[in-house]
Structures are given as structure tokens and as C-alpha cells.
């Protein structure tokens, strides 16, 4: 079956970088398009990020545009995130998720990585 | 931006009733890339439907979707106990943006 498992969650001061891993499992990981998408507290649902199946495309809201990266490792199955410059607004869960193919909806989703950026 | 407003903000309904949600859209979502999420607290959310009115693996038919252009609909036919959760809509044919959430509590 799908499996998701973020990690590398944690607390981090405003203005330093954190970078979460999405391991992934029972699919065929270097065919699909993954993203990222978040959850603020008490908040609804925002898309932060996606990467085409080669890597070769990436694409970000404004919202994170020039801050967070996003890259893949095939051999590996493992998805990442890379924050930088965290802001307090950008504490949510983060969740990763499967495309539904190439850039469509979102068919299977990680238990989510909290991030929260205090001082 | 596709701006997508989910009516009501919460439903305070019984088990058994009937469901309506409503996601409206800023502009019309190409070729119906519509898709509705469930989530529960402390969950992930899950895919519900997909294309405006498929229904995803293992979702039962009591869910039903419907719509085009900028007006969509979740139906649940007959509320169960586990339904009564947060509901998204999502578009996915211009990049990819979420409505504000539809809370279905218990009355």
C-alpha cells in the first residue's frame, strides 16, 4: 500500500532554515509528481510546492517563492523540502502528497511534519 | 489566482440527514479539476472525489459530487457517525488552490 512518512519537524528560530523529508513507499515513486502542503494551526489547507517526476519542473506559490525548495531523490524514494528564511507564518504541518499523475489532484497524503518558527 | 468559497463555514446536522456543500470558484476551473477532501482532527486529509464527481478507491457512494464551470457540489446522502469532519474543495486545472473548509459537526 501508499506509504508517506515525513520527517524532520521541529522548532526553529525565525530567520534559519529547516529542510523536511518525505520517504516514500509501495508505488512507484520516479513516475509521480509529489507536493507539499501545509496546514497553520486552527487553519485550512495551502499548497506550497510541487516537482514534476524527473525533478526537472518545480513549481511555488508567492507565498514561498525564492524561500523553499523543493528536490527529489528517485533512487531513494524520498522527497524533500528545503525552508529557508522561516518566518512565524510559516508554522503549520506539512504535509507531503501524491499527484494523481502529472500534475492533477492529490490521491495520497503523509501524517504530516509540524514546523514551528518562535524565537 | 482561482479563489474557491465553500458554503456554509459549519453544518450542525444528525446522523442520517442529508448534506449539501457548496465550493463556488473566482473563475471558471478547466475541465472540471475539482476535487473534494475529508479530514478529521489530527488526520490527514483524504481524497473524496475527484473530476468534479469520481469517486475515489474505497470511498462508499453515499458521497457524491456534481457541477462545472464555477459552481460544485458535495452531496452525502444519508450522514454516518465517521462523516462528521472538515471538507475542502480543491482545484487543480490553474496551479493548485484550496476553498476555506466546510465543518459538518453533530447537532
Known amino acids: 500500500q501508499v506509504q508517506l512518512v515525513e520527517s524532520g519537524g521541529g522548532v526553529v528560530q525565525p530567520g534559519r532554515s529547516l529542510r523536511l523529508s518525505c520517504a516514500a513507499s509501495g508505488f512507484t515513486f520516479s513516475v509521480y509528481a509529489m507536493h507539499w502542503v501545509r496546514q497553520a494551526p486552527g487553519k485550512g489547507l495551502e499548497w506550497v510546492a510541487v516537482i514534476s517526476y524527473d525533478g526537472m519542473n518545480k513549481y511555488f506559490p508567492d507565498s514561498v517563492k525564492g524561500r523553499f525548495t523543493i528536490s527529489r531523490d528517485n533512487p531513494k524514494n524520498t522527497l524533500y523540502l528545503q525552508m529557508n528564511s522561516l518566518r512565524a507564518e510559516d508554522t503549520a504541518v506539512y504535509y507531503c502528497a501524491r499527484d494523481s499523475g502529472n500534475y492533477g489532484f492529490f490521491e495520497y497524503w503523509g501524517q504530516g511534519a509540524l514546523v514551528t518558527v518562535s524565537s | 489566482e482561482i479563489v474557491l468559497t465553500q458554503s456554509p463555514g459549519t453544518l450542525s446536522l444528525s446522523p442520517g440527514e442529508r448534506v449539501t456543500l457548496s465550493c463556488r470558484a473566482s473563475q471558471s476551473v478547466r475541465s472540471s479539476n475539482l476535487a473534494w477532501y475529508q479530514q478529521k482532527p489530527g488526520q490527514a486529509p483524504r481524497l473524496l472525489i475527484y473530476?468534479?464527481?469520481s469517486r475515489a478507491t474505497g470511498i462508499p457512494d453515499r458521497f457524491s459530487g456534481s457541477g462545472s464551470g464555477t459552481d460544485f457540489t458535495l452531496t452525502i446522502s444519508r450522514l454516518e457517525p465517521e462523516d462528521f469532519a472538515v471538507y475542502y474543495c480543491q482545484q487543480y486545472g490553474s496551479s493548485w488552490t484550496f476553498g476555506q473548509g466546510t465543518k459538518v459537526e453533530i447537532k
Open positions: 473530476g468534479a464527481s
